[in-house]
Protein backbone atom coordinates (compact mmCIF):
# COMPACT_ATOMS: atom_id res chain seq x y z
CA UNK A 1 0.00 0.00 0.00
CA UNK A 2 2.04 2.89 -1.05
CA UNK A 3 2.13 6.24 1.11
CA UNK A 4 1.58 9.54 0.53
CA UNK A 5 4.34 10.53 -2.24
CA UNK A 6 5.93 13.81 -2.66
CA UNK A 7 7.78 15.16 -5.66
CA UNK A 8 10.43 16.43 -6.15
CA UNK A 9 12.37 15.73 -2.97
CA UNK A 10 15.04 18.43 -3.84
CA UNK A 11 14.35 21.55 -5.65
CA UNK A 12 17.22 24.10 -5.82
CA UNK A 13 16.21 27.54 -7.41
CA UNK A 14 16.80 30.94 -7.62
CA UNK A 15 15.26 33.83 -5.74
CA UNK A 16 12.34 35.14 -7.90
CA UNK A 17 11.49 31.47 -9.34
CA UNK A 18 8.34 29.67 -9.81
CA UNK A 19 8.40 26.84 -7.21
CA UNK A 20 5.53 23.78 -7.53
CA UNK A 21 5.57 21.28 -5.11
CA UNK A 22 3.41 18.01 -5.60
CA UNK A 23 1.66 15.57 -3.02
CA UNK A 24 -0.64 12.46 -4.33
CA UNK A 25 -2.61 11.64 -1.10
CA UNK A 26 -2.97 8.05 0.19
CA UNK A 27 -5.87 6.79 -1.63
CA UNK A 28 -9.13 6.56 0.22
CA UNK A 29 -8.00 9.71 2.61
CA UNK A 30 -10.04 12.75 1.81
CA UNK A 31 -8.06 15.57 4.27
CA UNK A 32 -4.70 16.51 2.95
CA UNK A 33 -2.60 18.81 4.37
CA UNK A 34 0.40 20.90 3.73
CA UNK A 35 3.19 21.63 6.54
CA UNK A 36 6.42 23.33 6.35
CA UNK A 37 9.08 22.41 9.19
CA UNK A 38 12.00 24.78 9.98
CA UNK A 39 14.53 24.76 12.78
CA UNK A 40 12.82 28.20 14.49
CA UNK A 41 9.04 27.14 14.32
CA UNK A 42 8.98 23.78 13.69
CA UNK A 43 5.99 22.07 11.93
CA UNK A 44 3.73 24.49 11.03
CA UNK A 45 0.39 23.82 9.02
CA UNK A 46 0.48 26.22 5.99
CA UNK A 47 -3.25 24.74 4.51
CA UNK A 48 -5.86 21.62 4.88
CA UNK A 49 -7.98 20.71 2.74
CA UNK A 50 -11.41 18.41 3.03
CA UNK A 51 -12.67 16.45 0.18
CA UNK A 52 -10.92 18.76 -2.20
CA UNK A 53 -12.07 21.94 -0.09
CA UNK A 54 -9.63 24.44 1.30
CA UNK A 55 -10.97 24.33 4.49
CA UNK A 56 -8.30 26.59 6.65
CA UNK A 57 -5.65 28.38 5.17
CA UNK A 58 -4.85 30.55 7.53
CA UNK A 59 -1.05 29.15 7.57
CA UNK A 60 -0.11 30.25 4.64
CA UNK A 61 2.43 33.06 4.85
CA UNK A 62 1.38 35.43 2.19
CA UNK A 63 -0.45 35.74 -1.24
CA UNK A 64 2.89 34.49 -3.01
CA UNK A 65 2.18 30.81 -1.60
CA UNK A 66 -1.12 29.08 -3.22
CA UNK A 67 -2.60 25.66 -3.32
CA UNK A 68 -4.59 23.54 -5.09
CA UNK A 69 -6.03 20.24 -5.21
CA UNK A 70 -7.98 19.90 -8.43
CA UNK A 71 -8.89 16.28 -7.37
CA UNK A 72 -9.37 13.38 -4.57
CA UNK A 73 -5.86 11.98 -5.84
CA UNK A 74 -3.13 15.20 -6.58
CA UNK A 75 -2.38 18.57 -4.91
CA UNK A 76 -0.08 21.07 -5.47
CA UNK A 77 1.49 23.91 -3.32
CA UNK A 78 3.47 26.72 -5.31
CA UNK A 79 5.46 29.40 -4.22
CA UNK A 80 5.69 32.67 -7.03
CA UNK A 81 7.91 34.55 -7.05
CA UNK A 82 10.34 32.41 -4.04
CA UNK A 83 12.07 33.93 -2.04
CA UNK A 84 15.21 32.85 0.52
CA UNK A 85 13.55 32.67 3.21
CA UNK A 86 10.75 30.41 1.81
CA UNK A 87 13.86 27.49 1.98
CA UNK A 88 12.14 25.06 4.69
CA UNK A 89 11.06 21.00 4.26
CA UNK A 90 7.50 21.11 3.17
CA UNK A 91 5.45 17.79 4.14
CA UNK A 92 1.98 16.81 2.41
CA UNK A 93 0.23 14.52 4.60
CA UNK A 94 -3.24 13.05 4.48
CA UNK A 95 -6.03 11.34 6.67
CA UNK A 96 -9.28 8.96 6.15
CA UNK A 97 -11.96 11.81 7.34
CA UNK A 98 -11.74 15.66 8.60
CA UNK A 99 -13.33 16.05 11.92
CA UNK A 100 -11.79 12.72 13.11
CA UNK A 101 -9.10 11.44 15.62
CA UNK A 102 -7.83 9.28 13.05
CA UNK A 103 -3.78 10.15 12.85
CA UNK A 104 -2.57 12.22 9.54
CA UNK A 105 -0.08 10.00 7.21
CA UNK A 106 2.98 12.02 6.05
CA UNK A 107 5.04 11.96 2.97
CA UNK A 108 8.72 12.17 2.86
CA UNK A 109 8.57 15.91 2.13
CA UNK A 110 10.39 18.33 -0.42
CA UNK A 111 13.81 19.90 0.70
CA UNK A 112 13.39 23.16 -0.86
CA UNK A 113 16.34 25.85 -1.29
CA UNK A 114 16.25 28.99 -2.65
CA UNK A 115 19.62 30.83 -3.71
CA UNK B 1 2.91 31.66 21.16
CA UNK B 2 3.94 27.96 21.60
CA UNK B 3 0.65 26.03 22.61
CA UNK B 4 2.65 22.92 22.90
CA UNK B 5 6.08 22.80 24.40
CA UNK B 6 9.00 20.37 24.53
CA UNK B 7 11.32 22.06 26.68
CA UNK B 8 13.90 19.80 26.23
CA UNK B 9 15.90 20.09 22.64
CA UNK B 10 17.49 16.61 22.99
CA UNK B 11 17.66 13.58 25.31
CA UNK B 12 20.39 11.05 25.44
CA UNK B 13 20.46 6.97 26.94
CA UNK B 14 21.85 4.08 27.61
CA UNK B 15 20.41 1.49 25.66
CA UNK B 16 17.84 -0.81 27.88
CA UNK B 17 16.98 2.33 30.05
CA UNK B 18 13.88 4.25 29.98
CA UNK B 19 13.34 7.33 27.84
CA UNK B 20 10.86 9.87 29.18
CA UNK B 21 9.59 12.68 26.76
CA UNK B 22 7.65 15.42 28.01
CA UNK B 23 5.28 17.76 26.14
CA UNK B 24 3.39 21.02 27.84
CA UNK B 25 0.40 22.72 26.70
CA UNK B 26 -1.47 25.69 27.24
CA UNK B 27 -4.79 25.41 25.46
CA UNK B 28 -7.53 23.45 28.01
CA UNK B 29 -9.47 22.61 24.69
CA UNK B 30 -7.14 20.11 23.26
CA UNK B 31 -8.73 16.99 23.96
CA UNK B 32 -6.85 14.70 21.96
CA UNK B 33 -3.30 14.31 22.33
CA UNK B 34 -0.27 12.05 19.90
CA UNK B 35 3.11 11.67 19.55
CA UNK B 36 5.15 11.16 16.18
CA UNK B 37 8.59 9.85 15.50
CA UNK B 38 10.95 11.11 12.58
CA UNK B 39 14.30 10.14 11.18
CA UNK B 40 16.35 12.12 9.31
CA UNK B 41 15.33 12.59 5.61
CA UNK B 42 11.75 10.92 6.20
CA UNK B 43 8.49 12.15 7.02
CA UNK B 44 6.92 12.09 10.63
CA UNK B 45 5.36 8.33 11.78
CA UNK B 46 2.13 8.35 13.95
CA UNK B 47 3.70 6.57 16.92
CA UNK B 48 0.55 6.50 20.03
CA UNK B 49 -1.83 9.07 20.80
CA UNK B 50 -4.39 9.86 23.90
CA UNK B 51 -7.50 10.82 24.11
CA UNK B 52 -8.60 13.66 27.39
CA UNK B 53 -10.85 11.07 28.97
CA UNK B 54 -7.46 8.66 29.33
CA UNK B 55 -4.74 9.23 31.61
CA UNK B 56 -2.33 6.43 29.92
CA UNK B 57 -2.24 4.26 26.79
CA UNK B 58 0.27 1.92 26.13
CA UNK B 59 1.58 0.23 23.24
CA UNK B 60 4.52 -2.55 23.56
CA UNK B 61 7.36 -0.58 24.72
CA UNK B 62 5.58 2.81 24.90
CA UNK B 63 2.71 4.34 27.08
CA UNK B 64 1.86 7.66 27.19
CA UNK B 65 0.50 9.24 30.26
CA UNK B 66 -1.55 12.28 30.56
CA UNK B 67 -2.04 14.79 33.16
CA UNK B 68 -4.93 17.15 32.22
CA UNK B 69 -4.77 18.91 35.62
CA UNK B 70 -1.38 19.63 34.88
CA UNK B 71 -2.16 20.34 31.07
CA UNK B 72 1.25 17.68 30.96
CA UNK B 73 1.83 14.06 29.04
CA UNK B 74 4.82 12.19 28.80
CA UNK B 75 6.12 9.44 26.23
CA UNK B 76 7.85 6.55 27.95
CA UNK B 77 10.20 4.24 26.01
CA UNK B 78 10.95 0.86 27.73
CA UNK B 79 13.34 -0.74 27.10
CA UNK B 80 14.66 1.94 24.72
CA UNK B 81 16.92 1.11 21.96
CA UNK B 82 18.82 1.98 18.99
CA UNK B 83 16.72 2.43 16.53
CA UNK B 84 14.43 4.28 18.68
CA UNK B 85 17.08 7.33 17.64
CA UNK B 86 14.96 10.12 16.46
CA UNK B 87 12.98 13.27 16.96
CA UNK B 88 10.08 12.65 19.14
CA UNK B 89 7.27 15.26 17.73
CA UNK B 90 4.48 15.63 20.74
CA UNK B 91 0.84 17.29 18.75
CA UNK B 92 -2.61 18.38 20.27
CA UNK B 93 -5.76 18.66 18.61
CA UNK B 94 -8.94 20.07 19.60
CA UNK B 95 -11.97 21.68 17.39
CA UNK B 96 -11.53 25.15 16.43
CA UNK B 97 -13.75 27.39 15.63
CA UNK B 98 -14.90 25.94 12.47
CA UNK B 99 -15.84 22.91 13.88
CA UNK B 100 -12.47 21.06 11.76
CA UNK B 101 -9.52 19.95 13.93
CA UNK B 102 -6.11 20.79 13.11
CA UNK B 103 -2.44 19.58 15.10
CA UNK B 104 -0.81 22.10 16.85
CA UNK B 105 3.26 20.40 16.94
CA UNK B 106 5.87 21.14 19.47
CA UNK B 107 9.46 21.63 18.15
CA UNK B 108 9.99 17.83 19.03
CA UNK B 109 13.09 16.02 21.31
CA UNK B 110 16.30 14.54 19.62
CA UNK B 111 16.40 11.11 20.96
CA UNK B 112 19.68 9.41 21.24
CA UNK B 113 20.20 6.06 22.52
CA UNK B 114 23.72 4.68 22.88
CA UNK B 115 24.44 0.97 22.37
Known amino acids: DAGVIQSPRHEVTEMGQEVTLRCKPI?????LFWYRQTMMRGLELLIY????????DSGMPEDRFSAKMPNASFSTLKIQPSEPRDSAVYFC?????????????FGDGTRLSIL | DQQVKQNSPSLSVQEGRISILNCDYTNSMFDYFLWYKKYPAEGPTFLIS???IKDKNEDGRFTVFLNKSAKHLSLHIVPSQPGDSAVYFCAASGYNAGNNRKLIWGLGTSLGVNP
Open chain 2, 50 to 52: ISS
Open chain 1, 27 to 31: SGHNS
Open chain 1, 93 to 105: ASRPRDSSNQPQH
Open chain 1, 49 to 56: FNNNVPID
